[in-house]
């Protein structure tokens, strides 16, 4: 049996197109940081759009109280969830709680960032089924925009 191989007209056709609807969510409670990550994503998911034909709408929450109240009235059902949240947030709560929540379904994936460095709590929040655990730096959009694209491409590969 003779395989062929794909040939490729023009370099978009070496991506996918996805169906696939996603809600892209930033928690946060540092007001500067949760709008310069929104802005980063907001602008690199107009590329996503085109490259990958995917649906992408945006949510910012400075708290994990008022995401946890949104998610509990399922304002994600029927898409895939990308979240990028803060470790440590309001009083008494941390990414740890909102793990525990958005990790009982399916089509969700999970980004926590910090600014301290400490390897238990990075253990911890990867053992809880987060994604990936960044570190809240000069470097940090970026990160969160190429992960965003990672996800979004092995989700459009596995179509």
Excluded: W
């Amino acid at each position: 049996m003779k395989r062929t191989r794909k040939e490729y007209k023009t370099f978009l056709d070496l991506f996918f197109p996805t169906t696939e609807k996603y809600s892209v969510v930033v928690i946060d409670d540092d007001e500067y940081f949760n709008k310069i990550l929104l802005q980063s994503l907001t602008d690199y998911s107009s590329n996503m759009k085109i490259l990958y034909h995917a649906k992408i709408k945006l949510y910012s929450f400075p708290t994990g109280i008022s995401f946890l109240q949104s998610f509990h009235k399922k304002q994600f059902e029927g898409t895939r969830s990308v979240f990028f949240i803060d470790y440590f947030l309001e009083k008494n709560m941390n990414a740890t709680h909102i793990l525990k929540t958005i990790k009982e379904y399916d089509n969700n994936r999970a980004v926590i960032i910090s600014e301290k460095k400490n390897e238990n709590t990075a253990v911890e929040t990867l053992q809880l089924g987060a994604d990936q655990f960044i570190r809240k730096d000069q470097f940090t959009t970026f990160m969160c925009t190429t992960l965003l694209e990672q996800f979004i491409r092995e989700d459009a590969a596995n179509a």
